[in-house]
């Protein structure tokens, strides 16, 4: 038999960030193809993380969220893009999906391979009442949110206050709501460390916003949200930003194989245990680029990315998947906070032994107007000087050291290296010696054992083990905030009065830490044998301590 | 005899960027030796940087620009800081430098080590009439101007349309005076390429400054400036920043081996001919990291870095300067210019046959407000994918994305790696496929044959050869501004048009080269076989050619 043969043909389920990617690319690979997009939901191809931006109107226009259309996208790239196509099962013997549309019929269309890239969903707690609650995932959801807004509540409750529950708290107080934030963990933005965190939480209730964190919600009335502690929360408007969980019910009714958090396992060309199937983005389990095992990322850059390069697999282009750093960031109120890699804590609850760095640099150089501060952080393995991982809270220049650090990672530099990266220097931009390069400098010095720090959270431990602290700022700033049990002998005068301090372990502290650099490395030559340096500072410490 | 041994003495000669920072990491690493710094003028330890606004009056207070002062280095560091203190003499045998004070008087001091770290001088063109022409350097050439600008001058007129050229023209300009700048080459902003620069130079002629390229200035009067083609230009004030040249005469005079640009040559410990004498900051020779060679580099950063390292050097801590790439940026009326590595221009003169990529990405996503539109290049090995170098003018996250290659490029990832690049993504920061991951998608196409692209100097040759010119935007962009001899097929319409165009080679363009390159895909798989890419579109092409 001789007809002619049809083109294969290619499914996609989902047709937002990773689907679209890789639809999109695989028409740029193969003209010929069938490529038939399967999108449940009246929309494809939007902007998922401006939706919390249309809620507080900073993004008026809806329409902007809509990036592209079937229509748009059937001109272009000749992609057969279906909305309305809930896929309910995947039949992988016979290589067919069915779709059920709105009108309840069902669809079996026949696939030669298959991309799941349905995404995640929003978890919904089964607290009594909670029916009335929101959550923001799509197009659907921000409607419903702006039109319940047009209403009139007068207060908001979200709980949740990871990424995008700080922005919706944001964009709600910015619609004039009294908005309450409840997170079960003691911390806003979970993935960062909680000194850090705490300046997130700061900036939250500097803009009006009650912060209530350690707090489980536990039912819901008409207008509030019951806490654990029986307290109840002003709640007209509620939202629930608790995490997603991968939209992989199909991939399991298939019998594919899960893993991390029930995402799809694939491998390193995105394709499942069906060599015909592949999953990517949210649904998809990635790699962790700093430990190396499974983890669920569900992060925009990542779907779009490896959407691309499902693309490529398909059509046998030698790709490999990149393991994640999971790479973040959010702004909140003019503040930006952002990390890549690991957090102290996860480094620690994985055993590693770890050097923490903290500093309080400016953006760019003081001597220039408009500097303004931020807190970095850099996690680093002591046994072999890897950086672990890096997070910044400040006003400005933080995207830009967390992008610096996360590609020193992705190129396998050490801590230490940083003090040499060659970045761009003018008074506007930086410093000569940038945050990133000081991060580097300091790494150095404690891998080297020229110097020792101790972190905020060990300082009880090594006064209490009988260590003088000494706090070598001016007297003014000792007077204006001081660490209890301080005594204040400035750097200044330091090799005249090292006398004062007695025999045995010395902690030096100064504001951000690197006055108390200098203040250790004196004291370590001048004969004290035990001399710690308090790792950021005095700054740091009251933010972690307040 | 057992008399006791004095301290070691290191002389550090010249007192700012690179010799202060020496001086202070010293005193960190060795609380014992004896330091003296030994400057020629007035001030230590300011911000060379900061001297352009100054000014302009964007830094309105002097004694910002004066980090620190001999006082202040003493009560924190024991330094020994002379200021007034021109040493004009080395003798390596007798170990003795001797400085002439302003008295007249001389005084010898003997070193152990001894550290040059005596930075560039400004060259001055031996024009007649040029007595009266301003240099820019350090805090007595900014009082000078400063003062010339309080007297009340109408025109200014720069030689040199370097870094410190183009800041100055706007800081001039800041001031109300009437501005032009003259250079020597073609373009501004020598280092970078010349259709990158002439985004900077429509920025200053959008704000009055005359920009006069390929002049050479012959004379000067009382009142104009004389160029080689017999016109002048107004000149009350007179600048020139045509560059600098290594202060290396004291080393060149004690015999030690000078180089590049008659740079002092050091190891990569710092160490110049005689092992007790160090070098370092603006007067010592660079290692090019790109090429490997030698480069004269003059640079805050680089000299802040190796001042720090020297000290270790000298106390005889393992380091190695790493080799420059020369990253550096500068910001005019609110456009930010910036580079990293190698240009096009230096490449190709190199011999090194390149894979060049032009974007014109926005600083972030497209539907949240305020994004604002940049123009990025990438130079990579075409034989080994090999990042060359990177360039970027924009309003905003020029930095950013340069330093973020810089980093990349030290890290020793390849041009296609940027594709994979994980960066904090929110759409006020950037977008899901940053700038620079798409630097890396497009390099990554081109290195593995997907796509060809033609440079905007390379258009002429093919169409020459006769290749058929395809605008694939819509009739309205094309109505708007088209490359003569442009045939216009929507990429929309391309699938269904694509006969219209005969055989034999094609060139596609956009805009900025997206649309061109799935236009290119789509017209390679229905059958021509040779098309290429118009690299940066329309964009690239009419700032290049106009
Ligand atoms: C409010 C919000 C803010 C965010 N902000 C950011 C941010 O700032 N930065 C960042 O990196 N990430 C952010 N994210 C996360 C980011 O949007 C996701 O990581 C990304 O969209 C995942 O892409 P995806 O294609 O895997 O899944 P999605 O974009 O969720 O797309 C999956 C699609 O599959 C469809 N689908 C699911 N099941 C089926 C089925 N059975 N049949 C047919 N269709 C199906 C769904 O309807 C959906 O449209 C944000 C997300 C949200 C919701
Ligand atoms: C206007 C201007 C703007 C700049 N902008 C930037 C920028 O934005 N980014 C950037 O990276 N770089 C910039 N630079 C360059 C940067 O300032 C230099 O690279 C850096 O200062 C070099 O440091 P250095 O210590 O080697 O030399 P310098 O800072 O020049 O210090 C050398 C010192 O040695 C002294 N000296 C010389 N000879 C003797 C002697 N015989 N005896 C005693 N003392 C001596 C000099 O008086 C001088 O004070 C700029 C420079 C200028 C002038
Ligand atoms: C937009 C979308 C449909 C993908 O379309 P796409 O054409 O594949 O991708 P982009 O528009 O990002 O363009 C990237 C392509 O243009 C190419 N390109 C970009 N600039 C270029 C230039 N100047 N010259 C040449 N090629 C260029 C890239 O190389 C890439 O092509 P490739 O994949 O073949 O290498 C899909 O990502 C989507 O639906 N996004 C919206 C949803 C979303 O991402 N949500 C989460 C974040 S809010
Ligand atoms: C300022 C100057 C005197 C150097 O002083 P310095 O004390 O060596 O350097 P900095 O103030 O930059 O501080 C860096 C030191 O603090 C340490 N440090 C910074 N932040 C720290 C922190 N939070 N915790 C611990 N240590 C910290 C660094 O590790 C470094 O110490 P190290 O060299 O021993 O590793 C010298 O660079 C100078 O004169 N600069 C002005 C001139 C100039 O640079 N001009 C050109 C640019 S405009
Ligand atoms: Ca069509
Ligand atoms: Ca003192």
Redesign the pocket.
């Known amino acids: 038999m001789s007809t002619p043969q049809a083109a294969p043909r290619t499914i996609v389920i989902g047709g937002v960030a990773a689907g679209m990617s890789a639809a999109t690319r695989l028409r740029r690979l193969d003209e010929d193809r069938e490529i038939v997009v399967l999108e449940r939901g009246e929309h494809v191809s939007f902007a998922n993380c401006g939706l919390p931006y249309h809620v507080g109107g900073v993004i008026e226009d809806r329409e902007a969220l809509l990036l592209q259309t079937p229509a748009s996208l059937g001109a272009r790239f000749r992609l057969d893009v279906r909305t309305g196509h809930d896929v309910v099962a995947i039949d992988r013997d016979a290589r067919t999906v069915t779709a059920r549309l709105r009108s309840g019929e069902e669809v079996e269309l026949g696939y030669d391979s298959l991309v799941i890239a349905t995404g995640a969903s929003p978890i919904r707690p089964a607290l009594p009442g909670a029916e009335r609650a929101h959550v923001l995932r799509d197009v659907a959801d921000v409607d419903r949110i702006v039109a319940a807004v047009a209403a009139g509540p007068r207060t908001a409750a979200i709980v949740g206050a990871g990424f995008i529950g700080v922005e919706l708290a944001e964009n709600l107080a910015l619609r004039g709501l009294d908005v309450t934030v409840v997170e079960l963990a003691d911390q806003v933005l979970p993935p960062l460390d909680v000194e850090m965190a705490a300046l997130v939480r700061a900036r939250l209730e500097e803009n009006g916003v009650t912060v209530r964190t350690g707090a489980a919600a536990t039912s819901v009335t008409e207008t509030t949200l019951v806490l654990d502690d029986g307290s109840s929360v002003p709640a007209d408007l509620l939202v629930m930003a608790v995490g997603v969980s991968p939209e992989s019910r199909l991939a399991r009714a298939a019998g594919l194989e899960t893993g991390e958090r029930g995402a799809v396992v694939v491998d390193e060309q995105q394709r499942t245990s069906d060599p015909a199937i592949f999953a990517v983005g949210d649904v998809a389990v990635k790699r962790d680029a700093i430990g190396g095992g499974d983890a669920f990322v569900p992060l925009a850059q990542t779907a779009n990315r490896h959407g691309r390069l499902v693309a490529d697999a398909i059509t046998g282009r030698p790709v490999r998947s990149q393991p994640v750093l999971g790479t973040a960031i959010v702004g909140v109120f003019g503040l930006t906070a952002a990390s890549t890699g690991w957090s102290e804590r996860r480094a620690r609850a994985a055993g590693r032994d770890v050097r923490v760095i903290h500093t309080h640099p400016s953006d760019h150089a003081g001597y220039y107007p408009g500097a303004r501060p931020m807190a970095l952080k850099l996690v680093v393995d002591a046994a072999t000087d890897e950086i672990l991982g890096a997070q910044g809270v400040g006003e400005a220049g933080v995207d830009k050291r967390i992008d610096i650090v996360a590609t020193a990672i992705r190129g396998g530099l050490h801590a230490s290296d940083l003090a040499d990266l060659e970045l761009a220097?003018?008074?506007q931009f930086g410093s000569?010696k940038d945050p990133v390069n000081m991060l580097g400098m300091i790494a150095e010095n404690l891998a080297s054992g020229l110097t020792r720090s101790v972190q905020w959270h060990e300082l009880d431990a090594a006064l209490a083990a009988g260590a003088t602290l000494v706090d070598v700022r001016t007297p003014a700033e000792h007077e204006r905030e001081s660490i209890p049990g301080a005594v204040n002998i400035p750097l200044d005068e330091l090799r005249e009065r090292h006398g004062e301090i007695g025999e045995g372990p010395v902690v030096v502290h100064c504001a951000v830490g690197q006055r108390g650099h200098s203040a250790a490395r004196l004291l370590a030559q001048l004969g004290h044998d035990d001399v710690r340096n308090l790792d950021g500072g005095v700054r740091t410490w009251s933010t972690a301590t307040r």
Do not use: I, R, T
């Open positions: 220097y003018a008074p000569a």
